[in-house]
């Protein structure tokens, strides 16, 4: 069988993968964009895309519950979750072809659609959709091939049709009873989504809290707004069966803080994590260093063990978001066509969880400050006391700011608010261009705006 070479060969077209190939392509590289299921990736498919389309329509049926006490009385909503899933695909199907039209439009990039695996350091054998095989070499190789939900060895879990991120987003029904294994960010967003849109839900967490990465009291914010929903959790929560008697029907043993409990729902869904999507590529016949968690191993400039191949994405080790794996592109491309010699060291990593009212995170939290030895001043404002939040009756959450004590400069946000992820982008600009909070404190801001709410924020510092 014949070799095929390339300037670059490309494995996954996700958020990293498709624009490189492009990039690259336009620079005159013969490159080949390798990619098992769909151009697009995680984000596009079955990711930030379809889930945000999906919780704008939960908010919507928050909204018109909830609207009486604006003095607008609406009827109870009805949901057409045919019609939700369908608008859903349909934004979906728009972004997969406008992906698939773009990187199939350029003479330099060939797109392969097959199933990569390495024989050798920088070649692949590719197993096409129809079956045939292919051989393929690059001088250069990058990987972006994502990662996949984690399933956990449960007693009596492979008896029981549980749901995945990816697989409850095509459900046609709603959950009389949805159980989710896990409070992380994707087992807190669907659970608030299903509640709204009328399920009954219990997540159970096998930690003490939840969310550990984020600070206690942000934490037990969200914990509150998701309990003010109707969401049931059980924490310090072992399952030690599951079992599914009749269609419908999940059956659930488990000790909450040691004591023996059972739980009968109609679904389940499973969020305990993500896994590099590995099995099939076998970095290893590549020679390729992994992590002890089984990721690619890579250093600063995203290159692993083997020179001239690099890993992006979630992938590799490190913080599993889209826009992480964007700049990842950027980094590599900036290095590869202009010796730019940048590296992923110390870069700012922001990101939002999508519950309402949003998490939006940047920087350092206030435990983690400490840990640090930093000389810190917590700057907290309840949402409550947010003149645009008592407005528009939206007073759940808290703006949250950590600030270095000799310095005044912002070491880190939480912003649990509406358009949290907006307010947190302002102290994003601010930590980038050094401000230090006072300035922030004094500034104009255009009223009435959450973000105005920044000046009052860190007024608290002065006058707590």
Same mark, same amino acid.
């Given at each position: 069988?014949?070799?095929?070479?390339?300037?670059?060969?490309?494995?996954?077209?996700?958020?990293?993968?498709?624009?490189?190939?492009?990039?690259?392509?336009?620079?005159?590289?013969?490159?080949?964009?390798?990619?098992?299921?769909?151009?697009?990736?995680?984000?596009?498919?079955?990711?930030?895309?379809?889930?945000?389309?999906?919780?704008?329509?939960?908010?919507?049926?928050?909204?018109?519950?909830?609207?009486?006490?604006?003095?607008?009385?609406?009827?109870?909503?009805?949901?057409?979750?045919?019609?939700?899933?369908?608008?859903?695909?349909?934004?979906?199907?728009?972004?997969?072809?406008?992906?698939?039209?773009?990187?199939?439009?350029?003479?330099?990039?060939?797109?392969?659609?097959?199933?990569?695996?390495?024989?050798?350091?920088?070649?692949?054998?590719?197993?096409?959709?129809?079956?045939?095989?292919?051989?393929?070499?690059?001088?250069?190789?990058?990987?972006?091939?994502?990662?996949?939900?984690?399933?956990? *060895?449960?007693?009596?879990?492979?008896?029981?049709?549980?749901?995945?991120? *990816?697989?409850?987003?095509?459900?046609?029904?709603?959950?009389?009873?949805?159980?989710?294994?896990?409070?992380?960010?994707?087992?807190?967003?669907?659970?608030?989504?299903?509640?709204?849109?009328?399920?009954?839900?219990?997540?159970?967490?096998?930690?003490?809290?939840?969310?550990?990465?984020?600070?206690?009291?942000?934490?037990?914010?969200?914990?509150?707004?998701?309990?003010?929903?109707?969401?049931?959790?059980?924490?310090?929560?072992?399952?030690?069966?599951?079992?599914?008697?009749?269609?419908?029907?999940?059956?659930?043993?488990?000790?909450?803080?040691?004591?023996?409990?059972?739980?009968?729902?109609?679904?389940?869904?499973?969020?305990?994590?993500?896994?590099?999507?590995?099995?099939?590529?076998?970095?290893?016949?590549?020679?390729?260093?992994? *992590?002890? @968690?089984?990721?690619?191993?890579?250093?600063?400039?995203?290159? *692993?063990?083997?020179?001239?191949?690099?890993?992006?994405?979630?992938?590799?080790?490190?913080?599993?978001?889209?826009?992480?794996?964007? @700049?990842?592109?950027?980094?590599?491309?900036?290095?590869?066509?202009?010796?730019?010699?940048?590296?992923?060291?110390?870069?700012?990593?922001?990101?939002?969880?999508?519950?309402?009212?949003?998490?939006?995170?940047?920087?350092?939290?206030?435990?983690?400050?400490?840990?640090?030895?930093?000389?810190?001043?917590?700057?907290?404002?309840?949402?409550?006391?947010?003149?645009?939040?008592?407005?528009?009756?939206?007073?759940?959450?808290?703006?949250?700011?950590?600030?270095?004590?000799?310095?005044?400069?912002?070491?880190?946000?939480?912003?649990?608010?509406?358009?949290?992820?907006?307010?947190?982008?302002?102290?994003?600009?601010?930590?980038?261009?050094?401000?230090?909070?006072?300035?922030?404190?004094?500034?104009?801001?255009?009223?009435?705006?959450?973000?105005?709410?920044?000046?009052?924020?860190?007024?608290?510092?002065?006058?707590?």
């Amino acid at each position: 069988m014949k070799m095929k070479k390339y300037d670059a060969l490309i494995i996954g077209s996700g958020q990293a993968g498709t624009p490189l190939a492009v990039k690259l392509a336009k620079a005159g590289w013969r490159t080949a964009l390798v990619e098992k299921r769909w151009i697009g990736g995680t984000c596009v498919n079955d990711g930030c895309t379809p889930s945000k389309a999906l919780l704008s329509s939960g908010r919507r049926a928050y909204l018109a519950r909830t609207a009486g006490a604006l003095g607008v009385n609406l009827p109870s909503p009805e949901i057409d979750i045919e019609k939700v899933i369908a608008r859903k695909d349909a934004i979906v199907s728009t972004k997969r072809t406008g992906a698939e039209k773009w990187v199939n439009s350029l003479p330099n990039l060939e797109v392969i659609i097959g199933t990569a695996t390495f024989t050798g350091e920088k070649k692949v054998s590719i197993v096409l959709a129809n079956g045939e095989m292919e051989e393929a070499e690059g001088d250069f190789v990058f990987i972006n091939t994502g990662a996949t939900p984690a399933i956990p *060895t449960l007693q009596g879990l492979d008896t029981v049709p549980y749901l995945t991120s *990816t697989t409850i987003m095509d459900l046609k029904e709603i959950p009389q009873h949805l159980i989710i294994l896990g409070a992380g960010y994707i087992a807190l967003e669907f659970g608030q989504l299903y509640r709204r849109l009328g399920s009954c839900v219990t997540i159970l967490e096998k930690s003490a809290d939840l969310l550990h990465k984020e600070d206690d009291d942000v934490a037990r914010e969200i914990r509150a707004i998701l309990e003010e929903d109707g969401i049931v959790f059980h924490t310090r929560a072992t399952i030690t069966n599951l079992s599914s008697p009749t269609p419908g029907k999940i059956e659930i043993d488990l000790t909450v803080n040691g004591t023996t409990q059972h739980l009968s729902g109609s679904h389940l869904l499973v969020a305990s994590g993500r896994v590099p999507n590995l099995a099939a590529l076998k970095p290893e016949q590549g020679n390729m260093a992994l *992590t002890a @968690n089984g990721f690619i191993k890579t250093n600063d400039q995203l290159e *692993t063990s083997v020179k001239g191949v690099y890993a992006l994405g979630d992938v590799k080790e490190g913080p599993a978001f889209t826009h992480i794996s964007y @700049n990842d592109y950027l980094i590599v491309a900036q290095n590869v066509l202009n010796h730019a010699n940048l590296s992923i060291r110390n870069r700012p990593v922001p990101y939002c969880m999508f519950i309402d009212p949003e998490l939006g995170r940047i920087g350092m939290t206030e435990k983690e400050a400490r840990a640090n030895g930093r000389r810190v001043k917590i700057a907290k404002l309840k949402m409550n006391r947010v003149a645009r939040g008592i407005e528009t009756g939206e007073t759940r959450g808290l703006m949250k700011a950590v600030v270095d004590d000799d310095t005044h400069q912002i070491l880190g946000a939480s912003i649990l608010a509406p358009g949290g992820g907006e307010i947190m982008s302002v102290l994003q600009m601010a930590m980038i261009g050094n401000i230090p909070y006072d300035q922030i404190r004094d500034m104009i801001f255009a009223h009435p705006t959450f973000s105005e709410s920044l000046n009052n924020l860190f007024m608290t510092l002065d006058n707590p």
